[in-house]
C-alpha cells in the first residue's frame, strides 16, 4: 500500500464517521461541527485527486462561511428537538417516499439521452493538460453541465428563501422590541412625580 492510497483510506474514514455523525448527534450544534469536520476531510481527498480549485472553494465557502452561518442559526432559533423526535416514527414513511422520488429524479437526469453531452454544441476545448484547473472546470460548468448547473441554482434560491421564512417567523413566548414604539415615548409615560405633604415626628 502507497502512502498516497493510506492517505486516502484514512482521510475516508473520517469523513464517513463524521457523515454519520451528523444524521445521528442529538445536539445539533454537535451535528454542524461534525459537519465542518466532514466538508474538510472531503477537500483533503480532492487535493488528492487534484482538483485544487474545488478543494479550496470547500473549504473558503463552506467550512469558512456557510458552516459559521448554520451554527449562528442553531444558536440563535433555539430550536426544541424533543417534540421533534416524539413524532419522528410518523413522519418515517413520508421522509422515504421523498427520498425515493429524489432518488428517482437524480437517476433520470444521469442516465436520459436529452441530457447528456452530444446534445448541447459544445465548443472546442483545449487539452486539460493545456489549462487550468479552474479554466476546464469553468468550461465544463457553463457548457456541458448548463442545464444541471441551473437547476443546483434554483434549489439553493429555494433554500434561501426557506432560511428567510424560518428566521421571520413569529413565536408566542418570544419578546421583540418595537423601536418606533421606543422612539414616540413620552417621559410622562415612564416617569410620574408624586406630591406628599410633611410628616411630623412623634414623641
Known amino acids: ?12 474514514a473520517i469523513m ?15 451535528a454542524a461541527l461534525f459537519l ?17 480549485f474545488l478543494a479550496i472553494t470547500l473549504v473558503l465557502v463552506y467550512v469558512g462561511a456557510v458552516m459559521v452561518l448554520f451554527l449562528f442559526v442553531v444558536m440563535m432559533l433555539d430550536v426544541n428537538v424533543v417534540p421533534l423526535r416524539e413524532g ?3 413522519y418515517l414513511p413520508v421522509g422515504i417516499l ?27 476545448r483545449a487539452p486539460a493538460d493545456a489549462m487550468g484547473n479552474t479554466e476546464s472546470l469553468g468550461r465544463l460548468l457553463y457548457s456541458e453541465y448548463l442545464f444541471q448547473f441551473e437547476i443546483a441554482a434554483i434549489i439553493l434560491l429555494v433554500a434561501i428563501v426557506a432560511a428567510i421564512a424560518l428566521t421571520m417567523r413569529r413565536r408566542p413566548h418570544t419578546k421583540y422590541q418595537k423601536p418606533a414604539q421606543q422612539i414616540d415615548v413620552r417621559k410622562q409615560d415612564r416617569l410620574r412625580i408624586v406630591k406628599m405633604p410633611a410628616e411630623k415626628r412623634t414623641s
Do not use: D, S
Not at 500500500?1 to 475516508?12: I, P
Open 1 to 12: 500500500m502507497t502512502f498516497e492510497l493510506f492517505v486516502f483510506y484514512f482521510f475516508a
Open 16 to 30: 464517513v464517521f463524521a457523515a454519520a455523525r451528523v444524521i445521528t448527534a442529538k445536539n445539533p450544534v454537535h
Open 36 to 52: 465542518v469536520l466532514t466538508f474538510f476531510t472531503c477537500a483533503g481527498i480532492w487535493l488528492l485527486l487534484e482538483a485544487e
Open 88 to 90: 419522528f416514527v410518523a
Open 98 to 124: 421523498v427520498g425515493l422520488i429524489m432518488l428517482l429524479e437524480m437517476v433520470f437526469l444521469l442516465t436520459q439521452k436529452y441530457f447528456r453531452a452530444e446534445q448541447f454544441p459544445v465548443p472546442a
